[in-house]
């Protein structure tokens, strides 16, 4: 039995080399599994096919089945094995509890993790692939088989109460998860694949990723290298720079001594069974050379003199309608300020104080959202004298190094144009800081050594994170709660965090309850600068989405709960729900490119977000190749593949847009700038 894990950042090309490997598996005779556990997959979209978490055979193709780990499907069947036929033998109140308890937010992400481990069970298939979520997703859900068997074990030990329930119903999982655990660290059986682009950014994150995975015992790792230019690009003058930075970084990927294996840009769509088969052949250097032979001719290397293509001047994209990409993003942007402008007016005519105002760029991984959220900031802060606060949610964010900061982390840093901040919200200090400020308050107010042990257990569930990092999320909504002058409610949702969303089985006396009001909040203390703006770079779709949802299911929960801390209503989270769904106060970006994927899962955002009651203001459509290239052979079909699905973009969203070019050059401190003057009328 083998097991292949594909890792990386969003949009490095995980789903297609995963896929294509599973393919060529099947073609030489091996049954083969492929599993997505990514909550934004697009298998379907690769296949042709609707998938489901049960796995599905792929038409065409023996031995080929496919599955999506989906979060609904995972939770009715997690709800299935916790409670079975065990509920006819329990009392009332207890089955109700764990009705009560199947509504956490945090029950997702476990009944996913169980039917993870699930798949690592099996012994039907000859290969097992899975295709997992961008880098730190994926690294939490590696770590997740030792951090449950070691709770399950500390708690049998104590009150015998997980977040989920008596622990007596998971006895079943613990050999479950201690088995995957042996799977994922024995080297014979399991590969871990990091895939990544030839470019600085991508290597750094995959060498700290390398080191995460082998802390947790995973040893048997190889580096593959996706849309590696190929040889004849390098000949022309704009290509230089990235042809010499992927020979850099290929290099420096052999010297870390693991295994590296390249795959070259390819210009056509990889989508279907026939570009999977011709993706597979690229992997022969004979047959690479001949495909890419009928790309270029002689005629290529003299129609520009030397080999020259300039596009640093070209203010347009050739696709976009010609549209003039500067000043169009300049005037949206722009837009966005004077509708803001009018709206902070009185019916006098008098300026009023101004509001906190919110961008959120979402969007599948390697869209370009971080990129796109710091030209924003930087054309708001630097060309619009707004203060503005870059914040990404991405636990793989790069935009410190970007923008050639250092140490970037919860409080906001102050970059060297003194009106652009950036900040990141870490999952490891949301969680430490999260435990310290529960344990600090619930030892302030009360002296209950059970109860006190009973809330360490919980705390230390693997799902307190998600709360955690949810709380670090809506304390940068309290900048906009203090500055639109709202009555602070300091910290009324610890409440809710503690005995709701924990769930957790302790009799809380009133001295507890009535002095929620005066916890300290060290999160909060540290950000209490005021912005005109604040930008989200969010994480990959699925759990951008996760993590704005999740407002409304504490908001249900708060409500389900009401009367637990003297019916007092959650006003900062009332707050956070009325400005994320307010038009004029908060704006939504969906970040693409035009390819099917992209398109497609955008558009499931965009009716995932509607059906939230959220409004998608605008599009931000990233990756476009200039018009100058459009008589090279090797981009001509691909200029025309992305005419076809602007149009699609134009009749699916029918929404403004943001446009930006592909640049032939590394998205660093020395390019930034650059990449601003190229993008904006400044």
């Known amino acids: 039995m083998k097991y292949m894990f594909f890792s990386g950042k969003g949009g490095v090309g995980k789903t297609t080399i995963s896929s294509a490997t599973a393919l060529n598996f099947a073609l030489n005779g091996k ?208 290509f230089e720079e990235q042809y010499k930075l992927n020979e850099k970084i290929i290099e420096q990927a052999k010297e870390t001594g693991y295994k590296v294996k390249k795959y070259y840009l390819m210009p056509e769509e990889i989508k279907g069974l026939d570009s999977l088969k011709k993706f597979i052949l690229m992997e022969d250097k004979n047959y690479a050379e001949k495909y890419f032979a009928q790309f270029f001719s002689s005629d290529d290397f003299s129609s520009y003199g030397n080999n020259r293509i300039d596009i640093a001047d070209n203010n347009g994209c050739s696709n976009a309608g010609a549209i003039n990409a500067k000043e169009s993003n300049s005037n949206l942007i722009d837009g966005l300020i004077d509708n803001i402008t009018s709206k902070v007016n009185n019916e006098n005519g008098v300026a009023i104080k101004n509001t906190t105002k919110f961008i959120f760029f979402m969007g599948k991984g390697g869209t370009g959202k971080s990129t796109i959220s710091l030209l924003t900031g930087l054309y708001l802060s630097k060309y619009k004298n707004k203060k503005t606060l870059v914040v990404s949610v991405d636990p793989a964010s790069h935009i410190g190094k970007i923008m050639g900061v250092e140490l970037v982390n919860e409080k906001p840093v102050q970059v060297e144009n003194k009106n652009l901040f950036l900040s990141i919200i870490s999952p490891e200090l949301a969680l430490n800081d999260y435990k310290a400020d529960t344990l600090r308050f619930f030892q302030k107010v009360s002296n209950n050594a059970d109860s006190l042990k009973v809330l360490e257990e919980e705390l230390n569930s693997p799902c307190t994170l998600e709360i955690a990092y949810f709380k670090k999320f809506y304390n940068y909504f309290k900048l906009g709660y203090g500055k639109n002058n709202i009555k602070e409610n300091s910290n009324a949702e610890i409440n809710n965090n503690v005995r709701a969303n924990l769930n957790l089985n302790i009799k809380i006396n009133n001295d507890i309850q009535n002095n929620y009001a005066n916890v300290y909040n060290s999160a909060y203390e540290g950000l209490k600068d005021e912005f005109d703006y604040i930008i989200f770079d969010t994480a990959p779709t699925g759990h951008a989405l996760r993590l704005l949802l999740l407002a409304f299911e504490y908001q249900k929960e708060n409500k389900n709960n009401n009367g637990t801390a003297g019916d007092k209503k959650d006003e900062e989270l009332e707050f956070l729900i009325n400005t994320i769904t307010d038009k004029e106060k908060t704006y939504f970006s969906l970040v693409l490119y035009p390819e099917f994927t992209p398109i497609e899962e955008a558009y499931r955002a965009y009716n995932d977000l509607k059906g939230a009651g959220i409004d998608v203001s605008f599009l931000s459509i990233n990756y476009l190749l200039n018009e100058k290239l459009k008589s090279m052979k090797f981009f001509k079909d691909k200029i025309e593949q992305e005419s076809k699905y602007l149009n699609v973009i134009k009749e699916k969203f029918n929404l403004p847009s943001l446009y930006f070019e592909q640049y032939p050059f590394e998205i660093n401190y020395k390019n930034i700038e650059k990449f601003l003057s190229l993008s904006f009328k400044l």
């Open 31 to 238: 049954k083969t599994l492929i599993v997505s556990t990514d909550p934004a997959s697009n298998l379907s979209d690769i296949f042709g096919q609707n998938l489901k978490e049960e796995e599905t055979k792929i038409k065409d193709v023996d031995n080929l089945y496919a599955s999506e780990i989906n979060a609904a499907d995972s939770l009715k069947k997690y709800r299935t094995k916790v409670l079975g036929d065990k509920v006819k033998d329990l009392d009332d109140d207890v089955v109700s509890m764990i009705e009560e308890e199947f509504k956490s937010p945090c029950t997702e992400e476990i009944a996913s993790f169980d039917s993870f481990t699930g798949f690592i069970a099996r012994k039907d298939f000859d290969v097992i692939i899975f295709d997992t979520a961008p880098t730190g997703h994926t690294l939490r859900l590696m770590s997740l088989p030792l951090k449950w068997t070691t709770y399950i074990e500390e708690v049998k030990k104590g009150e015998g109460r997980t977040c989920m329930g008596p622990v007596a119903n998971l006895e079943g999982s613990i050999e479950i998860y201690n088995k995957a655990l042996k799977i994922l660290t024995d080297k014979t059986a399991t590969n871990f694949l990091f895939v990544m682009r030839p470019q600085e950014l991508s290597f750094y994150e995959t060498i700290r990723s390398i080191e995460e995975i082998k802390s947790i015992g995973i040893k048997n790792i190889a580096i593959l290298i996706n849309q590696i230019l190929p040889d004849k690009l390098a000949k022309f003058n704009i």
